[in-house]
């Protein structure tokens, strides 16, 4: 009898291409925004339209319908596009979710993209339990120290309202802690070997990496297994585009409990979630914006089977903050997904108290396109200041970033943002040329 070769997860496979490509592709994504630089061989144009196609099957999915993938796969072309359909779900952040939905049957696909959902959920799943084996031990000490931990965003989702963890994939797990207690749960990440990725705290946030995090990167196809995570320690809902520009104190309210692998861990009721995840989703509308309206969906559906949805009580959790005009972009679009999720009254309430430019450049997004940050929209960036003071600090921090961070991260930042610059500049440059050549002919 001959020993059988162990088999092979997602944790064994290598890196999509070596570590120092991936880094300068990355670099060159950041200094241009255009899609080549990331993907070579796909431009924006490609990509975008495998974006709505994966749009158009959600929607239909979320209608209660069992979904085909409208998305051709034959022909000379085939392996691109097949490509590109991969980092479409990657993009769109629902390349576990579809890989789920593949495997209950609930959505047809086709060779060869089948094989390329079922990686993306067999990463997300392999991941989701790296994460939670690292993270739990930690919590749990904090809990039994007294310090009653809370989850936000994607970590309490994953388990509560995916139909499987692995498929909604997170970069890091957003921790709350009173803020009497910071100082006490930062030594307990010290003592079990998290290290902290910033010299400072900042707006009542600070990262911290696990013990012997290996920072390469793996993949700009899919979440890989193996990507770097981190544990972000908050005293409150301390997201950076909303702090900069609401004086009133972000405060999490936490009132619900979810256990993960006996480890009690405090959450937001269904209503606090929805006003929550509105709000952040709509200051980093780029960032995965299919994943998260499918996840408000799945919110807002399940609070209502419990009897739990309450529409005045998330109204009341964005008004206690200051926080309507943040929840709108999202909470329109959501309703564009899933007719009949947001009540138009709702909507009402909370577009009275947004701004035209807001309006404006809403309207301007639809669940998937514009699926990428390649062109340059000052109006997007001055998106949430409102008045001379609040637009002067926002165009401050567009020249001055990271502003008491280290001097290195701050240059980076700069040199990108230059570049970019240049890149748009080049652009506009080349499409007036041809124009005036077009004139000439």
Same mark, same amino acid.
């Not at 339209?49 to 209660?64: F, M």
């Not at 388990?159 to 749960?185: F, K, L, M, N, S």
């Given at each position: ?31 241009t ?20 196609a ?15 993938l409208?998305w ?11 490509r ?5 779900a ?15 049957g ?9 094989p ?8 997300g799943r ?10 739990l ?11 009653a931990?809370?989850v936000?965003?994607g ?14 994939p997170t970069a890091?797990?957003?921790v ?7 100082a006490r ?5 010290r ?22 995090a290996?920072?390469r ?11 770097p995570w ?51 989703g ?7 914006r ?8 799945? *919110?807002?559906? /399940?609070? +209502?089977? $419990?009897?739990? =949805?309450?529409?005045? @009580? ?5 008004? !206690?903050? #200051?926080?309507?005009?943040f929840?709108y ?7 564009r997904l ?13 577009r ?12 301007r ?25 609040a ?9 001055s ?10 240059? *980076?930042v700069l /040199?990108h +943002?230059? $570049?970019?610059l =240049?890149s748009i500049? @080049? ?5 007036? !040329?041809? #124009?005036?050549d077009?004139?000439a002919?």
């Amino acid at each position: 009898m001959t020993d059988r070769a162990p088999a092979l997860t997602p944790l064994d496979e290598p890196p999509d291409a070596p570590t120092a490509e991936l880094r300068r592709r990355e670099h060159a994504w950041h200094s241009t925004h255009r899609a080549e630089a990331l993907w070579p061989g796909l431009d924006a144009s490609i990509i975008q339209s495998a974006a709505d196609a994966i749009g158009v099957a959600v929607a239909a999915i979320l209608r209660g319908e069992r979904a085909s993938l409208r998305w051709d796969t034959a022909g000379a072309d085939a392996e691109r596009r097949t490509r590109a359909l991969g980092v479409a779900a990657l993009v769109t952040g629902v390349g576990p979710l579809l890989g789920t939905w593949v495997e209950h049957g609930t959505f047809a696909v086709d060779e060869p993209i089948a094989p390329v959902l079922a990686r993306h959920l067999a990463h997300g799943r392999a991941r989701v339990s790296r994460i939670r084996a690292g993270v739990l031990p930690v919590l749990a000490r904090m809990h039994a120290e007294g310090l009653a931990p809370g989850v936000i965003k994607g970590f309490h989702t994953a388990y509560e309202y995916y139909p499987d963890p692995g498929a909604r994939p997170t970069a890091d797990v957003d921790v709350v802690i009173a803020p009497p207690q910071v100082a006490r749960a930062m030594d307990i990440l010290r003592d079990a070997g998290f290290v902290s990725a910033s010299a400072h705290v900042s707006g009542g946030k600070s990262e911290w990496t696990p013990p012997a995090a290996d920072d390469r990167l793996w993949s700009h196809e899919l979440w890989h297994a193996r990507a770097p995570w981190k544990l972000d320690l908050h005293d409150g809902l301390n997201f950076a585009a909303i702090m900069q520009v609401v004086r009133t104190h972000q405060t999490a309210v936490l009132a619900d409990v979810l256990h993960i692998d006996g480890v009690p861990l405090r959450v937001c009721d269904p209503n606090e979630l929805i006003a929550v995840l509105a709000t952040h989703g709509s200051t980093e509308i780029y960032q995965h914006r299919l994943l998260r309206l499918v996840e408000l969906v799945l *919110v807002v559906r /399940r609070a +209502r089977s $419990l009897e739990r =949805l309450d529409w005045d @009580a998330v109204d009341a959790s964005l008004a !206690s903050r #200051g926080t309507r005009r943040f929840a709108y972009p999202l909470l329109v679009l959501t309703e564009r997904l899933a007719p009949g999720t947001v009540p138009a009254q709702v909507l009402a309430r909370v577009r009275a108290d947004t701004t035209r430019r807001i309006r404006d450049v809403t309207s301007r997004f639809t669940p998937t396109s514009p699926i990428l940050d390649e062109r340059f929209s000052l109006s997007e960036r001055l998106l949430w200041a409102s008045g001379p003071r609040a637009t002067t600090r926002r165009l401050w921090r567009m020249v001055s970033p990271l502003e008491g961070g280290p001097f290195g991260a701050r240059w *980076v930042v700069l /040199r990108h +943002r230059a $570049l970019r610059l =240049l890149s748009i500049v @080049a652009r506009t440059s080349r499409r007036g !040329s041809a #124009g005036r050549d077009d004139d000439a002919r």
